[in-house]
């Protein structure tokens, strides 16, 4: 036999294959991030953990260079460091905030100050943190009109609030940037434009890691505390890892310690919540692949599609349900429908004779073998129609990527959104198929 044609040989390049493909791209070396690590060291951060690496699938994220203990500190971030609003108003904008009536938010108070500083390029003290952060955002607010369209409803509805709140945020904000003008020698409407603030905006929401409460007197009292955090903000997400994340009082320091081990050469990850893919998207602009968390909606509309017409009492139902709180979040997930979903469906299910126990099927008790048949059946239903729209979508979404080339990056983003919901009713599709042959 040759050398290397043996299975031994083949197994041992699959493996080196796949560890070669989760392996990131150690990005250290460029400019942007030695300029940030000089900045960082100024203000008396040292680390000796992680290095900035681009990855397969996540994109620009920290590596280990050493194994990470379960408990180990991977990273301490100096007070220093940190942009909050205390920075803003020990600057050049503190005299202006402070005679600024109403006080400005302390959100309005970050934005400034990073389109401020954006705009001052190489005078910028903030300057090496500003060049790492993202040129762009993929949050539904910075997507174009025809993307957000093909979103699911549900994300669609909330997409259009979340532009409608940042288009009011600047409306309202215009006369204070007007009051800036005496620090800048160009037009201050070319400089704090929608555009600009909707960078800053979306910089600050899906980048800023929680403080305790501050307040200042010349700020209003929405809670004050958000903090950025440079360097640190480069950890990605994933719903499969816990981290214990806080500010220390006595160091002085946002430290962050991980409750899971990791390999040198790894890609170290932080976790931002329990959140489903639509909060991810919503809020920060992704969707994570394989997400426990992760679900499909059923909207009030769709709950009572394949429920008979001729049902005198369904208002009645719908109204028990929407008194006890059962009309929302209900869910496909990985393993099938939700307990909610179902207990709602049971509910709706009821014939008429058996009406008054609707009590029992809210606490969780099985009324009869029929009821548990005919909800099975409903929410196998609502399953496939939802599994035939989401095919199509995804097929739609598939059409407009050829057509709109221009537009590749953020329609890829939905693809992705919608192939996960499809995954996921389709493994519900299975389990209720399951728990339908268990009843026959």
């Known amino acids: 036999m040759q050398k290397g044609k043996g299975r031994t040989s083949r197994v041992r390049r699959r493996k080196l294959c796949r560890t070669s493909e989760s392996r990131g791209v150690n990005e250290s070396y460029k400019s942007e991030f030695i300029e940030l690590r000089k900045w960082l060291k100024d203000r008396k951060f040292q680390d000796s953990n992680l290095v900035p690496a681009r990855f397969p699938g996540t994109g620009r994220g920290l590596m280990s260079q050493t194994s990470l203990q379960e408990g180990q500190m991977i990273i301490s971030l100096p007070e220093s460091c940190l942009l909050t609003t205390d920075t803003v108003i020990q600057s050049y904008l503190g005299a202006y905030i402070a005679k600024w009536k109403p006080p400005p938010s302390p959100l309005l108070a970050l934005c400034t100050f990073l389109v401020s500083e954006k705009h001052a390029g190489d005078r910028s003290l903030w300057k090496p943190y500003l060049e790492i952060l993202p040129k762009v955002y993929t949050c539904p607010v910075c997507l174009e009109p025809e993307v957000v369209n093909l979103l699911p409803i549900s994300l669609k ?19 204070f940037f007007s009051s800036l003008q005496p620090l800048f020698a160009e037009a201050v409407d070319s400089i704090f434009s929608y555009s600009a603030l909707l960078w800053a905006w979306c910089t600050v929401n899906t980048r800023a890691v929680y403080l305790r409460p501050r307040q200042w007197e010349c700020l209003s009292a929405e809670p004050d505390t958000c903090a950025l955090a440079p360097y640190l903000d480069l950890l990605n997400h994933s719903p499969h890892v816990q981290v214990k994340a806080a500010f220390n009082e006595e160091t002085h320091c946002y430290e962050i310690r991980t409750t899971s081990r990791w390999r040198k050469h790894e890609e170290v990850f932080i976790c931002y919540g329990p ?28 709950l009572v599609k394949y429920l008979p017409s001729t049902d005198k009492q369904m208002d009645k139902k719908i109204s028990i349900l929407k008194d006890h ?24 299910s009821l014939e008429a004779e058996k009406f008054t126990c609707w009590r029992k099927v809210l606490l969780g008790e099985v009324i009869s073998d029929t009821n548990e048949k005919t909800s099975l059946d409903i929410a196998q239903k609502i399953c496939c129609y939802f599994i035939e729209e989401t095919t199509a979508m995804l097929q739609k979404v598939s059409r407009t990527k050829d057509e709109k080339e221009a537009l590749i990056n953020q329609l890829t983003l939905v693809e992705s959104l919608w192939t996960e919901e499809l995954k996921i009713l389709r493994a519900s ?6 728990l339908q042959i268990a009843l026959t």
């Open 157 to 175: 509805a909330k997409a259009e609030e979340q532009r409608a709140h940042v288009q009011e945020f600047f409306a309202s904000s215009r006369d």
């Open 325 to 348: 709180g059962y009309i929302e979040n209900l869910t496909f997930g990985w393993d099938g429908p939700s307990w909610r979903l179902l207990t709602a469906l049971k509910l709706l």
């Open 429 to 434: 599709a299975k389990t209720l198929h399951s």
């Open 275 to 302: 959140h489903d893919n639509h909060r991810l998207f919503l809020e920060y602009g992704f969707v994570s692949g394989h997400n426990p968390h992760a679900c499909v909606y059923v909207s009030r509309e769709i």
